[in-house]
């Protein structure tokens, strides 16, 4: 979509909840595509660092704002009922969605969230059995095809759904982009226990935003050494794509040579660094690996 945008193919994106500014691969890349955007909608909670560069946002609700179900990774289906009304003109995101719909002339008369549940369960078999009856309690895992069922605990339990299983040979690819003289450092980048994902929701919370209140680079002490930084001290990060400056923690977490960051911070932004090739078979950006250059900063 970004790539659509950048050559003019994608003329409006509407991103609900994702906040690409600071999650996508190669940020500067990113904030031109949607710069050049004829329509850019953000429906969020926050204003995120994309809602910043929407023509229109649409203020979403949080889950203490909305009744509705959350369909986990366990495949446990569990509901969660209203604590507050929406603050402010806020309202839950099937609720936008269906006036966005309706004034686009596809009619959508949903009268809840229930009823949007109701309309999936005889749609989509693995949830025919779930019902917000049903859903009381802890709730139930799909496969639940019918309201006797007791909802599926082990997906694949005594046997696997196919055979033993299905393996494949995998040849080794090196990476889009590997260490060179310029560029030493190979960097990867990932999550910190206190914060999730772009940091919308955890960084607005005062003690969470104390265990973590900046992105840190975690570089071995050798390396640190060589540099000649410290504990604490600031560091400019480059790849080929941009650079940030951030502060270094010292760790044999990392390898010699290896440099890593949490990508949940706007301000020292890892993904300003990451390098947005493309896995040939999976078409998953290379978050995890480019090759970076580290210098003390001034």
């Not at 909840?17 to 429906?43: F, I, R, T, Y």
């Not at 909670?45 to 009744?67: M, N």
């Not at 003690?207 to 992105?215: F, I, K, R, V, Y």
Request: aromatic share 8%.
């Amino acid at each position: 979509m970004l790539s659509g945008l950048s050559e003019g193919k994608v003329k409006a994106l509407y991103a609900v909840g994702e906040n690409p500014m600071v999650s996508d691969p190669d940020v500067g890349h990113v904030e031109k595509a949607l710069k050049k955007a004829e329509l850019l909608v953000v429906q969020d909670i926050f204003l995120t660092p994309t809602a910043e560069l929407a023509h229109v946002v649409l203020p979403g609700t949080s889950f203490a704002e909305k009744d509705g179900t959350f369909t986990n990774t366990e495949r446990r289906v569990q509901l969660v009922r209203k604590a507050i009304e929406p603050i402010g003109e806020a309202k839950a995101d099937w609720e936008i969605i269906q006036e966005v719909s309706n004034r686009f002339g596809y009619e959508m008369n949903y009268d809840s969230a229930e009823d949007i549940m109701k309309e999936i369960s005889t749609l989509t078999p693995s949830y025919g059995g779930i019902t917000y009856e049903r859903l009381e309690g802890d709730g139930l895992a799909w496969p639940c095809p019918d309201k006797d069922h007791p909802g599926t605990k082990f997906l694949h339990k005594d046997k696997f759904a196919r055979g033993l299983g299905l393996f494949h040979a995998i040849e080794y690819q090196p990476p889009a982009e590997v260490v060179d003289d310029e560029y030493p450092f190979w960097l990867s980048t990932g999550r910190v226990h206190v914060h999730y994902h772009t940091g919308t929701m955890t960084r607005v919370s005062p003690s969470l935003h104390a265990e973590m209140p900046e992105g840190i680079l975690e570089i071995h002490p050798e390396d640190a050494q060589r540099l000649g930084v410290g504990e604490g001290e600031k560091v400019k990060v480059a790849s080929r794509r941009g650079e940030i400056v951030a502060k270094v923690t010292l760790t044999d977490r990392v390898d010699v040579g290896v440099v890593f960051m949490p990508f949940h911070f706007s301000e020292t932004c890892a993904n300003v660094l990451t390098n947005p090739a493309h896995d040939p078979t999976a078409k998953i950006p290379e978050y995890k690996v480019c090759a970076v250059k580290v210098e003390k900063a001034a």
